[in-house]
């Protein structure tokens, strides 16, 4: 097989594994949509909103559940395969495990990065803006009254339009010990790619004599730069629980290390785009070398099940592991990076050692 002309078994067994996850990936998802759908409709008043609802939770349906419509297409492709003596027929004519897994791996890591690619855009926020038509308030996006630390000072803000990307009242005060040293007021400030830009701002440079409050100087400046890598998306997501995308999770979690606050939370999130999905790899190797490759060693109802069961348990103990990292209960390496880490070691050991097992 060359890279401009793949080899007929690649597109074969391709374009089957593409159709099973392409069925599957849309059914499941269709399916979380519409339950979902029901549980709210009542909730969302036109039929605009209806669709735009189901839409948004379809797309998050899509980035929850494509490690499982990933592994359920690998047990669909090859039991029917087995079911229907395919795999055997290219076990005879002399192809290995390795190489009828390959063309899986190369539909794999194409999904994978398309979700990766689709984790940088708006699709990351499908979730809040379902939520927001639930409130009937798709479109009002303002955050009011955020209160957190920067560097040495608190900040203040009244009011944060994360769209227009400004800034309404914001406050900065300096504090050491109980004493307020300082504090910046501007009406108002506009991001400017990487730090917010406060304009006619007012500083009140507090005096202390003897531990007490003696009097302040004014200064007026027409502009100060402040809140160096607070981008107004980073702002929200950590004052009001919204999601990040995953070029902005990793900048909120560079910014919250370099302020020494905690990024469990982010971390977690972060984990869980990049990490978690490959799980789902891990499963895909080990559930195709240990699947029988022969019908009359199968028994099509018991692999099925044991198959579908092991896939939802694994699923299911790493999403709750991620949940625990988010409450900080346990460090977010532990809970999302190791037991993915201990899967692919077995997963690697069943490649190596497995491979010439039919």
């Known amino acids: 097989m060359n890279q401009l002309s793949p080899s007929l078994h690649f597109r074969y067994l391709a374009k089957h594994y593409i159709k099973n996850l392409v069925s599957i990936l849309f059914g499941l998802s269709f399916a979380f949509a519409s339950i979902d759908y029901f549980q709210h409709s ?56 390795k190489r009828l897994f390959f063309p899986l791996l190369v539909v794999f890591f194409c999904v994978y990065g398309m979700f990766m690619i689709l984790h ?44 227009e990307k400004k800034i309404e009242d914001i406050t900065i005060f300096k504090v050491e010990g109980y004493q307020v040293r300082y504090t910046i007021h501007a009406p108002s400030a506009t991001f400017t790619g990487n730090e917010w830009n406060a304009q006619n701002a007012t500083i009140k440079t507090h005096v202390y004599k003897e531990g007490e409050l003696e009097k302040y100087t004014s200064e007026y400046k027409e502009n100060i730069k402040t809140l160096k890598g607070y981008k107004p998306k980073i702002i929200e997501s950590l004052y009001e629980g919204k999601a990040l995308n995953i070029m902005d999770a990793y900048s909120t979690w560079k910014l919250l290390a370099k302020q020494h606050l905690n990024s469990d939370k982010i971390r977690v999130a972060y984990y869980d785009k990049i990490f978690l999905p490959l799980f789902a790899l891990a499963l895909m190797i ?49 809970t999302s990076i190791f037991p993915i880490f201990l899967l692919w070691v077995y997963a690697i050991y069943i490649y190596i050692t497995d491979e010439r097992k039919i």
């Open 286 to 334: 080990i559930l195709f070398f240990k699947l029988p490759s022969h019908a009359r060693m199968m028994n099509l109802g018991g692999n099925i099940a044991l198959s579908l069961g092991a896939t939802f348990v694994i699923w299911g103990v790493l999403f709750g592991l991620s949940k625990i990292g988010a409450n900080g209960v346990l460090a977010p390496e532990l």
């Open 42 to 97: 009542q909730a969302l008043h036109s039929f605009s909103h209806k669709i735009l609802y189901i839409f948004y939770m379809w797309q998050e349906a899509l980035s929850l559940l494509y490690p499982l419509a990933i592994v359920f297409a690998l047990i669909m492709t090859k039991l029917s395969f087995v079911k229907n003596n395919t795999m055997g027929a290219f076990h005879a004519f002399g192809y290995d495990k």
């Open 120 to 163: 940088t855009t708006e699709f990351s926020y499908a979730k809040d803006k379902a939520k927001l038509l639930l409130k009937n308030e798709l479109g009002a996006y303002d955050v009011n009254d955020l209160f957190f630390k920067y560097n040495d000072t608190f900040v203040y803000i009244k009011k944060l339009d994360p769209v």
